[in-house]
């Protein structure tokens, strides 16, 4: 399955900029969710670059999410921090919810993690807890404008038995970090569930619900990129609870930072 030449194109500008400014020595991309940029150490960021200086990259336009590139040194390997993402409900067509994972195709990155905050649906899963993302169900119902592919190409994107995924699984049981694993359902939002929907994504057997993700690991997948996925289990997507509130998955966030920047370093380190 081969995304569109006419997309791969279109962020070359951007990736060349990248280079210029971050150098081609780039070992990890990372795309980070509501809340999840904030969790790195900042006395490790050596330079950054707002979106607005990447050509073609779409602005954000989500609080939560303030879009810049920032090159990060630990231990000196080097990694790309992509602090906010693309969202379907902004409106935003499919290749610039996928442009960070193209981009970080064409600086030529080792390895790809994509992150993000989600509601969990599984009694089983706690607020604050880390779940793996293992499949998923994509409620994205994309428009025609939304083809992304090579005509004719209708192969279906199963998440592959990941070796780097299983690696990190292990680093993390080795430092005790403990984690979960589940089934991705992407909504387009933006409103979070109601009480109906909240009982059928269950039904269906999502663990956890969130408005991202999907479209990027779709396209890692076509692009042949050594990638994992996680969500930070934000709220718990109750039939009880009224409202789930932005700033509340922001306030979790926060409270997880110390164990999202163990896992998030622990990815940067493994090869
Ligand atoms: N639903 C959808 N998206 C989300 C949620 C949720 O409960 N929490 C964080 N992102």
Redesign the pocket.
Known sequence: MKIRKEFIEKYKPASEILIKEFGSNINTAIIAG?GIAESIDTNKIVAEIDYDELSNLPKTSVSGHSGKAVLYTLDNINSIIFSGRFHYYEGRSIDEICSLVILSKLIGVEKLVIT????SLNPQHKTGDIMFIEDYIDFLFYKSNHIFFDENDFLVQNIKNNEFQSNIKLELTKNQIPYKEGVYAA?T?PN??TRAEIRMLRKIGADA???STVPEIKAAISLNMNYLTFSLL??S?KEVIQS?SHSE?IETAKNSFEKIRSIIEICIKNN
Request: glycine letters at 18%.
């Open positions: 509501s993000n905050a989600a509601g909504v939002g979070y569930e619900v969130g408005m934000t709220n997507a789930v998955v």
